[in-house]
C-alpha cells in the first residue's frame, strides 16, 4: 500500500503560481511513477503531469506544457509539481497518483491515489 497526501492548493489571482506537494508513505513508495491529475466540476478527470520513478523521464498534458513543471525527491518521498501562469480553466481538485507506467495517462492506470488539493484561479 501507499499512502498519498497533497498540499498546497488554494485561492490564486490568473497569473499567479502555486507549489503543489504530495508527500508519499508505504513500502516501496519510491519505485513508483508519479502523476498528478485534476477534475473540474462536472467533468472528468484529466491527466496533467507524469514522472518515472527515477525521476529521469516527465510527461505533460498539452494543455500545461510550458506552465507546469513535475519533479520529485525520492529521499523525501515526495512529488512537486509547479504551476505557474495559472488561468481560470486550471481551476480543479487536484489529485497526486502512483501507477507502474509513467507515460500512462488514463486514470485507471494508476493504483494509490491521495483525497486532492483545491486550486481555485480567479479572473
Known amino acids: 500500500q501507499v499512502q498519498l497526501v497533497e498540499s498546497g492548493g488554494g485561492l490564486v489571482q490568473a497569473g499567479g503560481s502555486l507549489n503543489l506537494a504530495c508527500a508519499a508513505s508505504?513500502?516501496?513508495?519510491?519505485?513508483?511513477?508519479m502523476g498528478w491529475f485534476r477534475q473540474a466540476p462536472g467533468k472528468e478527470r484529466e491527466f496533467v503531469a507524469a514522472i518515472s520513478w527515477t525521476g529521469s523521464s516527465t510527461y505533460y498534458a498539452d494543455s500545461v506544457k510550458g506552465r507546469f513543471t513535475i519533479s520529485r525527491d525520492n529521499a523525501k518521498n515526495s512529488v512537486l509539481l509547479q504551476v505557474y501562469s495559472l488561468k481560470p480553466e486550471d481551476t480543479a481538485v487536484y489529485y497526486c497518483?502512483?501507477?507502474?507506467?509513467?507515460?500512462?495517462?488514463?486514470?485507471?492506470?494508476?493504483?494509490?491515489w491521495g483525497q486532492g488539493t483545491q486550486v481555485t484561479v480567479s479572473s
Open positions: 508505504g513500502r516501496s513508495s519510491n519505485f513508483y511513477a
Open positions: 497518483a502512483a501507477g507502474r507506467v509513467a507515460s500512462a495517462s488514463a486514470p485507471d492506470e494508476y493504483h494509490f
